[in-house]
């Protein structure tokens, strides 16, 4: 097939007409080239869901976290405990040790 036949055809005629050129380049414009492009923008939007849905089973490990302590000081065993390994508080009567390890304290060249 020769240029003068491939012009002639219907086909070529529909693709060299000015409005769908027009539409073909504002297409691959829309879909490839632009900031906000439909591709690139679908790419970065199921990277920010990903993100999003690490970030929620996160929290939602602090939660059950969280309410697990929360059940813990329910009781007055709880709530003993809490403070006296928090706050070093004591009983009456009582005396409290607290014993430090030479790796755990801090040294001045260290700071």
Avoid: C, P
Avoid at 56 to 66: P, Q
Avoid at 89 to 105: C, G, T
């Amino acid at each position: 097939m020769t240029f003068k036949e491939l012009k002639q055809t219907r086909f070529w005629k529909i693709l060299t007409n000015k409005y769908v050129l027009i539409s073909i380049i504002f297409l691959v414009w829309i879909l490839f080239l632009d900031a906000s492009a439909w591709l690139t923008s679908h790419r970065e939007l199921d990277q920010q869901i990903a993100e999003k849905e690490q970030n929620v089973e996160f929290y939602k490990r602090g939660i059950a976290h969280d309410q697990e302590k929360i059940r813990s000081l329910k009781d007055s065993a709880g709530i003993e405990k809490f403070a006296r390994e928090r706050y070093l508080m004591k009983r009456e009567n009582e005396e409290v040790f607290i014993i430090q390890h030479a790796d755990s304290l801090k040294k001045e060249n260290d700071e």
